[in-house]
Nanobody, 115 residues
Framework: VQLQASGGGLVQAGGSLRLSCAAS????????MGWYRQALGKQRELVAV???????NYADSIKGRFTISRDNAKKIIDLQMSGLKPEDTAVYYC??????????WGQGTQVTVSS
């Protein structure tokens, strides 16, 4: 049972990155999936979530710039990030709310946006 995140990296301000998170070894239904991020010296904050019906919710700070999508069959979520700003620099963590298992976390992927 694991969540594997990928796609982080270094990009210039205004650029784009795509993060992916794949769930594996999970036999139970997955409710919501999403992304948190934690910048150095700051608290972890919710970035975007998507439920099993495709309903999404975004943090105000990234609305209009980030898009979360989900493939239920493949148990994958993507986070398309555009118009990146230096303040988007953080470690991004994917998570999944799974029946009977609770909240599962991915290992985190670093996103660095240079000015």
């Amino acid at each position: 049972v694991q969540l594997q995140a990928s796609g982080g990296g270094l990009v210039q301000a205004g650029g784009s990155l795509r993060l992916s998170c794949a769930a594996s070894g999970i036999a139970f239904p997955i409710y919501t999936m999403g992304w948190y991020r934690q910048a150095l010296g700051k608290q972890r904050e919710l970035v975007a979530v998507v439920d099993s019906h495709g309903t999404t919710n975004y943090a105000d700070s990234i609305k209009g710039r980030f898009t979360i999508s989900r493939d239920n069959a493949k148990k994958i979520i993507d986070l398309q990030m555009s118009g990146l700003k230096p303040e988007d620099t953080a470690v991004y963590y994917c998570y999944a709310e799974v029946r009977r298992l609770g909240t599962l976390w991915g290992q985190g992927t670093q996103v660095t946006v240079s000015s």
